[in-house]
């Protein structure tokens, strides 16, 4: 059988069940190989295996069944005290699950699964039969593949967008079928086309990292899965979103009876009163429904945290370290569709901690350490943000020596580096092409992989920051929101076009006023609270023509820097629900929402359009 026609929700059942089953498995290998003599961890390891290999049978995988099948049987030896688990047998184990782990993504893409590699298969016979466990061809968990896609060519933001077909995805039907629309499409279209001048400020965006792949054998699957599209609900919190419908339901009900007394005539205070009374419970109602459904969304992070333990000891073995991951806060919750996005920047911090962060066993000895590196990866929750840091007890980063590096590979000019200040010196690691690395191994040296963390944190809205404290350790510190699907933005006018911006990165909105300008170097700025700061108008970001005088400044808080963003006026505070540009995405726009008068808002990517004008702030 070569597919799995018929049985595609089996499959799908499978899979959910089973990956988790070896995502706890692994975990609790980790523990093993602390505790080798624990009861309780061989017994569950033993049923995680049986379970898995009976639902393969349902399958009929043939070659999963067996390898679940010869380390089910050494998991019963290993309980029954018929053998010893030695440092060789756990690098055996481990090849095993991430085998099991590999024939999980070709069951994923409908196939079946090849054969476990023959050294695995034997080690595993030999184990049973007491012989000695000869080494495997098992590499350590790998990173992502770290090169950026090539960059498509330049093209301006708006042509050729389909503006009846983005106001239907917003509101679910064409423009000509909504009653109150203020604005016509051809108006929408005429008011945001762009001058050439724009080309500079917008662009298509290839994806930043490629998927990961198994490159091992012959007809290997990639190993980056799908992204998961169900997901896991308590049914607490299902009762509340429906008890919550029903409300809204009932509201909806007196509300129509009320409109049926007001379009006959009724507009007696009484109804006036009911009326305004039911629309304030219907919106008391829709923000406890909205609140509830984003936490049907919330995962705890322990499902993203525990794949990493595995993955910090193969690479500390692989380099002759001895690490520990230690995990802390796995229950803070965040946003399902986060939480994914977020693996392959752990991916990246957790390598680079093992690989760069820690020294080796004979460099400790001599630093007067303990032979035991630890690396702690933990979460928490700040108000509406998530903190995640990673932090280790290694030798540190010099700030003179990432600078010194930086200047060697030309990322900047001597020049400029004099100017930085020690924790921009440590920023300059974020580089494209930065690496401390002089030889290029299997694990680092290219001058990828932070770049990449930075950007795709950024993605997410997040900042990263850094403290180091050389021959003490380094932490690298990860700040989020909660989610992405709802996000507070301040609504500024520039023309007779709206505009949003993340209300996280704005401080205060001034008047703005020509007195008040001064120009510095020939760029104008403002005194704000005896602070001169640049001043950046929000036309000259997006590249439009306006030329008329600016009348509001919103300060705006990007990283350490400042600067004040100059518009025709402001709208006013709202939270949207983002409706992402999936087909057309345009570069300096995140999504896209609707305003309360039926506009079509463009939701503005700060960080990314001032990557274009960094020298005017």
């Known amino acids: 059988m070569n597919d799995f026609t018929g049985m595609e929700d089996l499959l799908s059942d499978f899979l959910m069940e089973a990956g988790d089953m070896l995502s706890d498995v692994d975990s609790k290998l980790m523990g093993l190989e602390k505790n080798p003599h624990d009861a309780s961890l061989l017994n569950e390891i033993f049923r995680g295996f049986h379970t898995i290999k009976g639902g393969a049978g349902f399958l009929n995988a043939t070659e999963l069944v067996s390898l679940c099948h010869l380390t089910e049987n050494l998991f019963d030896k290993l309980r029954n005290n018929e053998l010893t688990l030695s440092a060789e047998l756990m690098d055996v184990i481990f090849a095993a699950t991430a085998e099991v782990r590999r024939m999980f993504a070709a069951l994923q893409q409908n196939q079946q699964p090849t054969a476990a590699p023959a050294d695995i298969l034997k080690a595993l016979e030999d184990a049973l039969q007491g012989k000695a466990v000869a080494a495997v061809r098992h590499a350590p968990a790998s990173a992502p593949a770290s090169s950026a896609a090539p960059a498509t060519p330049e093209t301006s933001a708006l042509d050729n967008v389909?503006?009846?077909?983005?106001?239907?995805?917003?509101?679910?039907?064409?423009?000509?079928?909504?009653?109150?629309?203020t604005r016509d499409p051809e108006e929408i279209k005429k008011a945001l086309a762009e001058e050439e001048s724009t080309r500079a400020a917008f662009g298509r965006r290839a994806s930043d990292v490629p998927g990961e792949t198994v490159g091992r054998r012959g007809g290997d699957v990639p190993a980056t899965e799908a992204k998961e599209t169900t997901i896991r609900v308590d049914t607490v919190r299902l009762d509340q979103v429906l008890n919550l419908s029903g409300e809204i339901g009932l509201t909806k009900n007196r509300l129509t009876h009320l409109r049926s007394d007001i379009l006959q005539g009724r507009t007696d205070s009484d109804t006036m009163r009911d009326l305004d009374q039911s629309v304030t419970q219907l919106?008391?109602?829709?923000?406890?429904?909205?609140?509830?459904?984003?936490?049907?969304?919330?995962?705890?992070?322990?499902r993203l945290f525990k794949k990493y333990p595995r993955l910090a000891r193969d690479l500390a073995r692989s380099l002759g370290k001895d690490v520990e991951l230690v995990l802390s806060g796995e229950e803070t919750e965040m946003d399902k569709t986060m939480i994914e996005d977020l693996n392959d920047p752990l991916v990246h911090l957790v390598r680079n901690a093992v690989d760069h962060g820690v020294e080796t066993i004979e460099d400790r000895r001599l630093a007067g350490k303990p032979e035991k590196s630890q690396v702690e990866l933990s979460?928490?929750?700040?108000?509406?943000?998530?903190?995640?840091?990673?932090?280790?007890?290694?030798?540190?980063?010099?700030?003179?020596?990432?600078?010194?590096?930086?200047?060697?590979?030309?990322?900047?000019t001597s020049e400029i580096a004099n100017t930085l200040d020690e924790n921009q010196c440590l920023e300059l690691i974020f580089l494209p092409g930065f690496s401390t690395k002089d030889e290029i191994s299997s694990v680092s040296g290219r001058g990828v992989g932070m770049d990449v963390v930075k950007t795709n944190i950024q993605k997410l809205n997040g900042t990263l920051q850094i403290q180091s404290d050389p021959g003490q350790g380094t932490t690298i510190a990860i700040s989020l929101p909660l989610t992405l699907a709802i996000l507070p933005v301040l609504v500024l006018r520039l023309g007779d076009q709206s505009f949003a911006v993340p209300l996280s990165m704005v401080r205060e909105i001034l008047p703005v006023t020509q007195s008040g300008l001064q120009q510095?170097?020939?760029?104008?700025?403002?005194?704000?609270r005896g602070e001169v700061l640049p001043v950046l108008p929000l036309s000259q970001l997006i590249?439009?023509?306006?030329?008329?005088?600016?009348?509001?400044?919103?300060?705006?808080?990007?990283?350490?820097?400042?600067?004040?963003?100059?518009?025709?006026?402001?709208?006013?505070h709202e939270d949207v629900v983002i409706k992402s540009l999936d087909t057309f995405r345009p570069k300096g726009v995140a999504g896209v929402t609707m305003s309360s008068e039926g506009d079509i808002v463009l939701i503005l990517d700060i960080k990314e359009l001032l990557s274009d004008v960094r020298g005017s702030i």
Do not use: C
């Not at 389909?162 to 629309?181: F, H, N, P, R």
């Not at 509830?292 to 322990?302: D, E, H, L, N, Y």
């Not at 509406?384 to 030309?410: C, F, Q, W, Y």
């Open 283 to 302: 919106d008391m109602l829709v923000v406890n429904l909205q609140n509830a459904v984003m936490k049907t969304r919330m995962q705890p992070i322990g």
């Open 543 to 572: 590249g439009w023509n306006n030329g008329g005088a600016s009348e509001v400044g919103v300060l705006m808080q990007f990283g350490n820097n400042s600067f004040i963003l100059t518009a025709d006026g402001f709208v006013g």
């Open 379 to 412: 979460a928490r929750q700040e108000g509406d943000h998530i903190l995640i840091t990673i932090s280790d007890d290694g030798k540190g980063m010099r700030p003179e020596v990432i600078r010194n590096k930086a200047i060697e590979k030309g990322l900047i």
């Open 162 to 181: 389909d503006w009846d077909g983005l106001y239907k995805s917003l509101v679910g039907s064409d423009i000509t079928e909504q009653v109150g629309v």
């Open 520 to 528: 510095v170097s020939g760029k104008a700025t403002m005194v704000v």
